[in-house]
């Protein structure tokens, strides 16, 4: 019994949710067939290697799709390839997705572009901070002067700022206060820097920064139909194209489909958006290659912590029981993860999983699906389970947001791409979902 719990144990920290793979990660499962053919590195890289200016692209997909994982690919990918690439996860150290404007994200690729380029001459930064230390000091928590402080003291202050801005809400509002009218001079100064360090990497093409999970921003309705993504995304778009390197940009999935996605088109080089894993087809017939990509996902993690045991009797009590996990999830990597553990964790400390055991976790995960849903969303729910469709507008953009509706891909026979909404699985077995349905 220690042993199964033991390798239970494993199990469970095999599948953590939050946790995307390193580039070359033996766990790693290429879907790109089952995701209506996109790949980052045709998409994103090749607009980087083959444009003689800089570009700024924007990357989207539902939260928990993996975006960062395929990122992180990019990155590895684009410095085999002579670039320097500065890759940051936004929400980490720097911004708060509860409460995000324009100025957090340019302080963010301030701060980490300084830590990166060590060699740089820091100096239009600083003085850029020093310019407004008088107002910004008392943020800072320091009556010293900004000229007595150390070069690392000096630098340090962004990073100080971004910690503020994302812990700390009553003081995110007083440094936007302060920095919001000086975000050009501030752009000025990064460029100036960004410059400098462009040749200090004499070894390096070009310069590439990476600003992930930008797309878990939660949308601030400003108006019945703007909210601060329109603010950041559009109304900013030409300050987060101004910084003189490539740029790439996470975005919401719900921003590709807004009023305003023919701005965005005309605004930024492209914007490419990562699919579900297509693990049925419109006409709700389970999709046999799709659900073999979700098994290969589970079966990879699982055969590095016990080779040679079976998903579908040793794990699982049945191929059944084992395809109705990866049919659940609706193709959602994120949630695939999140009810693995569910079911290693209620497994009463004994293999393999039981029908039981799973249908108690998607009772579970669907609790907080169902939290998420307004009373006047169920009916819109039900139109596009009929339809596959969604209209342009901003009750289809927030189910697109909690990932209620889900994206999915795929060539038809023509090679046409054919693109595709569905409900999320776990909704789909609510009574109330099911009794509008009849």
Known sequence: MTNQRDLLKRLFNAFK??????PGSSVYVNCQDVRGDGDVITDLAENIKL????????YAGHRGAGKSTELLRLKKHLEDHGYFVVYFAADEKDINPEDTEYSDILLACTRHLLEHLKQANPEPLLDWLNARWSDLKDLANTEISFKNLDIESQISQYAKLTAHIRAEPSLRKKIRDKVNPNTESLISALNSF?????KKLSSYSQLVVIADNLDRIVPIYQSEERTNHDEIFIDRSAQLKGLDCHTIYTIPISMIYSNHALNMKAEYDDYQVLPMIMVATPEGETYESGVAKMRKIIDKRVQEIKPNLCLETELFESR????KVCLVSGGHVRDLMFLMQSVIKRAGGKLPITARVVQRAITEARLSYIRSI???EWQVLVDVFRSKKKLNNQQYRNLLFNRCLLEYVYFDEEREKQVWYDVHPLIRGVQKFQELLQ
């Open 17 to 22: 949710p939050s946790e995307p793979l390193k």
């Open 51 to 58: 444009s003689d200016n800089n570009t700024c692209q924007l």
């Open 194 to 198: 960004i410059s400098e360090g462009k």
């Open 374 to 376: 307004q009373e006047e």
């Open 320 to 323: 059944e029981v084992l395809d």
